[in-house]
């Protein structure tokens, strides 16, 4: 264009000036890059040297710079230009850093170096401003849905930072599981006695509070919209319908009680002295109204023997009951001892596990418990079989390797949880599609499934958000908790996965936090995790659109419906930036402002690829920015050095890779390209969920296309990497590329 004006700024700081030549940089900028301004600086990122690009962009009237400096994942703060597009070509952590410093190396380094800057200044040409998303919405109301513990604790986060909160809560009061307990367990130290449940002061804080609107006996008839500009119908007792404009959304709708009927073999049913622990919960609140003791429900006399079975059809091997462990039943059996032994220290009580978890108060809670006389025995029940008032428990003891019975007036089984989050989408998916074929049955599937529908999504990709194993609402828990599927709606507490009170309180915090940031962001346009204040979004060029409907179906995040006339139709709101679209793309009509084909592809033919003759191989790394790249420059921090042949372009995502970017590797002379994403699967580390595996399966056919060029296959890696790879990565780097100089140069050189 025409007022476009390049420039390309080279820094000397950090040993940079004494590992390369900034002069001979500076020609390559000059002559390979075609920038109209090249400068040098001692120090780019100082306060000099940053004063000196804004005064470029001011008066030089600079709109596309290069910063040939450290990686783009260092000095971001100062290197802040918000009216440019840039690009940072990586000579600190890329370069100088990965390389010996030797006279025989210098040569290849400074290689190395001048191709940085080549790729830097291709890129930056190709690249425009971001203006911004221009159907931001401005709405800064938050929705919770839930009203227990998490959801009054994201509620009361978020009004304490100043925004509105609209609660919503299934039944007639607030409160969720933990009003129905008689005491929580303790939550600080010494951990030595049960405390009480604390809802009566949370609900007290919430009716006050003129931030927080509350909806009780109320559920989510219908979500419309998008970050910033949600609009929700509420359906109420009357049967009326409240409208609310919602900025984000917090699901907190916690869990349901695995069901004990499915456990005969323990008694349940067969006898009411055999009771889960939400039972002994409703025996011990109504025995301290009443003033009384825990009493045997069959005949009301006093408790004088309990036993407590663990992992009640939990942590199943077999897969015929919960195959996880609940996280708070251990914890919980515990405190329920405690209800016996606080009333009459006479009362035998025995705790029956196989392994014994107690997070949040190391051993002081089960020590105190020991402490009052209550007796924890290694073992796994087989059988509870009911006489009379009483309960034989039969079991085989672990420590003595040997089958006995324990004796008990009530029987409490630690049946774990199933969390409330809506219908399972492939399930319905499923479902949908036979009952379009006619199948009766699948349709009153459909109709049941929908009726378990939680937030009813108006989303082409179902009406809840995606869940993980065991149905847990999507959201890893490490890498990013609370994020789910659907941009700025959040997932807290155990719905989320398994966890106590305390955790759950923790999360909502948590939740509420990053709800308030997909808001804010929102208003300004900006992406939200995890590429937090982005202002590009994808574009798509419709005249060149075969509606293959791919980039629809392979969106991980819900942002792209279709339009009447079945093109593809980008919500921008809801898009997280990761071009998976980009990459799922076959003709190459998707692109971002400051990310497209044409970014990378630009990047990768800037390169100087020596010929066949020189036995200078060149390979190609594709690295994801969340994990590889990372990894990638934290080995050049601690000075592991790695093959000078590579050339690193980071990339958003292994979704975001379009095929033809290996394509053109290739017929460039590359002799070989190497992939690296994160780890895919139950246990996936993508920051974008699905990406890395879409990524994967398409490069899974590159193969077809290697052989039909006469190349090996094994010129293509695709490799998992985490960002804790740090010292293993560039042994991996340095292995395939001695694989790659085994095999002839490409025969593609010099074309």
Not at 730 to 742: E, G, R, V
């Amino acid at each position: 264009m025409a007022d476009t004006k390049t420039a390309a700024y080279i820094c000397k700081g950090c040993e940079i000036d004494q590992r390369v030549d900034v002069a001979a940089l500076s020609k390559v900028a000059t002559k390979s890059g075609k920038m109209n301004l090249v400068r040098e600086h001692d120090f780019l990122c100082s306060a000099d040297g940053v004063a000196m690009i804004k005064n470029d962009i001011e008066t030089e009237g600079v709109t596309h710079a290069a910063i040939c400096a450290c990686s783009r994942r260092a000095k971001t703060e100062a290197f802040n230009f918000p009216t440019i597009a840039m690009s940072r070509g990586n000579l600190r952590e890329g370069v100088i850093w990965i390389r010996p410093d030797t006279e025989e190396a210098r040569e290849t380094t400074q290689e190395m170096a001048e191709d940085y800057v080549r790729m830097a200044c291709a890129e930056v040409k190709a690249m425009q401003v971001p203006p911004g998303n221009q159907k931001t919405g401005t709405v800064k109301t938050l929705l919770v849905v839930g009203g227990g513990m998490s959801g009054m604790t994201s509620a009361l986060e978020a009004s304490k930072a100043g925004y509105k909160v609209v609660l919503v809560e299934k039944n007639g009061a607030l409160g969720g599981w933990a009003s129905k307990l008689h005491k929580r367990v303790p939550t600080r130290e010494p951990f030595k006695s049960p405390e009480d449940n604390g809802v009566a002061d949370m609900v007290a804080r919430i009716e006050a509070d003129s931030n927080i609107k509350v909806y009780l006996n109320a559920s989510i008839a219908k979500t419309d919209g998008a970050p910033g500009r949600f609009k929700v119908e509420i359906a109420v007792e009357s049967g009326a319908v409240a409208q609310e404009d919602i900025g984000a959304i917090i699901q907190a709708t916690g869990f349901s009680l695995y069901d004990a009927n499915k456990l005969p073999e323990f008694g349940f049913g067969k006898t009411p002295n055999v009771v889960d622990q939400a039972g002994l919960e409703a025996l011990a609140k109504e025995a301290a109204a009443a003033g009384k003791p825990i009493c045997r429900p069959s005949d009301g006399q006093p408790v004088k023997s309990v036993v407590f079975v663990q992992c009640a059809g939990q942590r199943d091997a077999s897969g015929t009951h919960l195959q996880y462990c609940s996280g708070f039943c251990c914890n919980t059996s515990i405190k329920q001892a405690m209800y016996f032994k606080d009333s009459n220290p006479d009362i035998d009580t025995v705790v029956l596990f196989t392994d014994l978890r107690t997070p949040g108060n190391g051993e002081d809670f089960y020590r105190a418990a020991q402490n009052k006389g209550v007796i924890f025995s290694k073992g796994v029940v087989s059988s509870v079989i009911p006489s009379g008032n009483a309960c034989a428990v039969k079991f085989k003891d672990l420590i003595l390797n040997e089958d006995t019975e324990a004796q008990a007036d009530l029987v409490v089984l630690a049946t774990g949880v199933v969390p409330n989050s809506g219908p399972d989408l492939d399930a319905l998916a499923e479902a949908n599609r036979l009952a379009d074929g006619g199948d009766e049955t699948a349709k009153s599937q459909v109709v049941a499934m929908m009726d378990q529908s939680v937030l009813n999504l108006t989303y082409r990709q179902g009406p809840d958000v995606p869940q993980f194993k065991h149905g847990f609402n999507d959201s890893h828990f490490i890498c990013f908790p609370y994020e789910t599927r659907r941009t700025a709606i959040y997932a807290a507490g155990p719905v989320r996965r398994p966890m106590d009170i305390l955790q759950a309180q923790e999360d909502a915090t948590g939740a509420a936090m990053k709800a308030i940031q997909a808001m804010e962001n929102a208003g300004l346009g900006k992406a939200a995790h995890p590429r937090a204040g982005d202002l590009s979004f994808p574009t798509v060029r419709l005249e060149g659109c075969t509606q293959c409907k791919r980039c629809t179906v392979e969106c991980p995040f819900g942002a792209i419906d279709e339009d009447e006339k079945r093109f593809p139709l980008f919500n921008e709101s809801r898009c997280r930036r990761c071009g998976t679209c980009m990459g799922a793309c076959p003709v190459r009509v998707i692109s971002f402002e400051n990310y497209s084909v044409n970014t990378v592809g630009s990047q990768i033919k800037a390169v100087d690829v020596p010929d066949e003759f020189s036995e200078k191989p060149r390979i190609l790394i594709l690295a994801c920015e969340n994990d590889a790249y990372p990894a990638l420059d934290m080995a050049g921090m601690n000075r592991h050095e790695y093959d000078p042949y590579v050339r690193v372009i980071p990339i958003r995502c292994l979704g975001s890779v379009n095929t033809i970017w290996i394509t053109d590797a290739l017929n460039g002379g590359y002799d070989g390209v190497m992939l690296m994403g994160c780890k895919h699967g139950e246990e996936y580390q993508c920051h974008f969920v699905k990406g890395s595996e879409l990524g994967r399966y398409r490069l899974s056919k590159v193969g077809d296309t290697l052989k039909g060029m006469n190349l090996e296959t094994e010129r293509v890696m695709d490799m998992e990497v985490a960002i804790t790879d740090i010292a293993t990565l560039p042994q991996k780097i340095n292995d395939y590329a001695a694989l790659i100089k085994s095999f002839p140069p490409s025969p593609f050189k010099g074309f």
